[in-house]
């Protein structure tokens, strides 16, 4: 049961010896390990959000901007893959709106790391026990029914809103929100459970 | 001590970016003022980083890991470790500007509202009604229609409804309609059609961050006369 946290652990380490130390054979450790889930989050044999050659693309600044910003990454706030995971939504939001800017934009300088603000200052006082939740988080997406994970992956992985996701597949809008409170419910309850223990 | 939150599929749909640019600063405005759904919003956070790791790995092209080396080394810094990273204020914002300086409504505000003021400044204030001024912001988008609105003490605002879906969150002060009160951090829900009417209570004027889908296919000369914050009319 210890081997998914010790893995996160690792990475962790990686990360601050990056942003400690600039040390690159930490961060080459880190690519080989998160450049093949960044790619596979967004473009895979069951969901395409992205082309192959964007995904490729996005690897690329997702994992520059974790060099730039591992100084700045505090294990005992997140987990490595916490980190890099709001890391890469912002990436992407950033991609997609630098693709559907009109010309005319109107030169307003509020940038994706101002609304999606995750600096410490940002964060709440009692952060989540992630060292032990983020093992459990992993083994609760696994026991969501299908149709419940359906919607969080089309959710997360697709960058779909609710009515995106109703009108694909062809379910009020209502089902889709249910679903994905049932989801949130059910993951929570196997925090709390195991967080107890 | 804040009441009304954005729901948990409005959070998912923060956390996961989907929800649009406007929404997301109305979102993320509350999150500054709320510890409730910042931990809320952890958690969903946690749930990307738990789908990213359980996610079926594709391998990258072969130069992958050399070209980031290449563009890191190509940094003038020599890279990272540069400590968190802070853009840094907008020139504008940092224009003279004494009357948005000393406005008491503007003197504590998140901070991802006071860099939309930043960009916006000097708000120039237009007059609705007696009761309601109200200052467009542009927040580099066109999909909804972003705006202070200010209501004087104790001030009316006509019953309306409006086409699209409407955030309010209040910043500074109070305001109340048929179903409650509402004070600094309330996020506020409203569908097309619903009618309300807000009222400021006696002693404080209020000020609200409103967010409002804006009707599609508008352009040009008479754009105007459906532009939502004309439903707004005298009371
Ligand atoms: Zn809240």
Redesign the pocket.
Known sequence: MQQTQNRDDDWSKLLVLVGTRQDRSAFERLFHHYAPLIKGFHYSRSAQAFSSEAADELVQEVMFRVWRKAASFDPSRASANTWIYTIMRNCRIDMLRRNSRRQDADGCDVEVDDIWDESPESQPLLVLQHRRSQRDISEGLRSLPAEQSHVLEKAYMEGKSHSEISTELGLPLGTVKSRVRLALKKLEAILSKQGAS | M?RH??DNNLLVEYASGSLPWAMSLAVSA?LQL?P??RRENEHLNHIGGGLLEGCEPQETTGDALDRLMQRIDAEPTAGGATGPERAPESPKSRSRNTRDDRDPALARLPRVIRKLIGDNRPLKWRRVSPSLKTTRLTTGQDRYEVAFQRICRGGKVVEHDHRGREVTLVLYGSFSDADGVYTPGD?LLREPGEVHQPIATQDQECLCLSVVEAPVHVKGPLGWLVNPLLSFRPA
């Open positions: 804040i939150h954005p509350h709320c409730q759904c996020f």
